[in-house]
């Protein structure tokens, strides 16, 4: 079996074993009842959980890190993904709200970064809730107009070819057919997730925006992620960090401290 396989195979098992009261759609592998806050990160497309697995070792104790993981990938492996935000958002929405007893805030990577901005959205209209932050990373300002032609539709060899592109599929995953035989449905799934997304106007969110990109990120620009100071009426700050699109992985170690400096001044 390849080793990708059976480290994401050891992941699910311990999550279900460590978890007190496991929830498919929450993945909280550190419990931490005692912490002031909860950050509750996203994942990029094709992402899972386990993408932010480490995470809490280099936050502060007082931050309680719980992941979303979406249908069709580790907890949730055995649920079809979905192809629309706004049925991914009305989704998440019921069972993340039990975990918003305490003040939490939002992280998001790429279609991270849009689902967990459609979420704030959704549960400031329909549970008068609102993170304390939202950390935006590298994704464009959702008010930006598409100008790519989909993909998520193309034939499998051509959509394997975009994928190579983006450089955010480990290329074992893409050169091995089990593998792909479980990633390719996720991975189309969350591409028509950002390429059927019609952004709608409403007013501005009353919390910070913090929004991070990648140096050397050719897909988004600085003035795309400039563009987020649009959707608040609060602070809004932008940090641009050594890498590409997947600085998440490149820039770890520095967005960890930049995302423990902001976290460590609100639970003090």
Known sequence: MN???????????????TTPSFNSWIICLKPNPQANLRLFCFPYAGGGAAAFRSWADSLPQTVEVCCVELPGRGSQMKSAPFT????????????????????????????????????????????DLNPFHLFISARKAPQIPVTKSPIHNLPEAEFIAQLYRFNGTPKAVLESQELMAIFLPILRADFAVLETYVYTHEPPLACPITAFGGLQDTKVSY?????????????????MLEGDHFFIQSA???LLKALAQELQMRSQ
């Open 84 to 127: 629309r935000l706004t049925d991914l958002v009305n989704a998440i929405a019921p069972v993340l709200v039990p975990y918003l007893d305490k003040p939490f805030a939002f992280f998001g990577h790429s279609m991270g970064g849009l689902v967990s901005f459609e979420l704030t959205r959704l549960l400031r209209s329909q549970y």
């Open 252 to 254: 770890r170690e520095a």
């Open 3 to 17: 080793k990708l396989l059976r480290c994401e195979i050891a992941y699910l098992i311990s999550i279900m074993t």
């Open 223 to 239: 003035e795309n992620l400039q563009a987020w100071r649009e959707q608040t009426t609060a602070a809004f700050s932008l940090q």
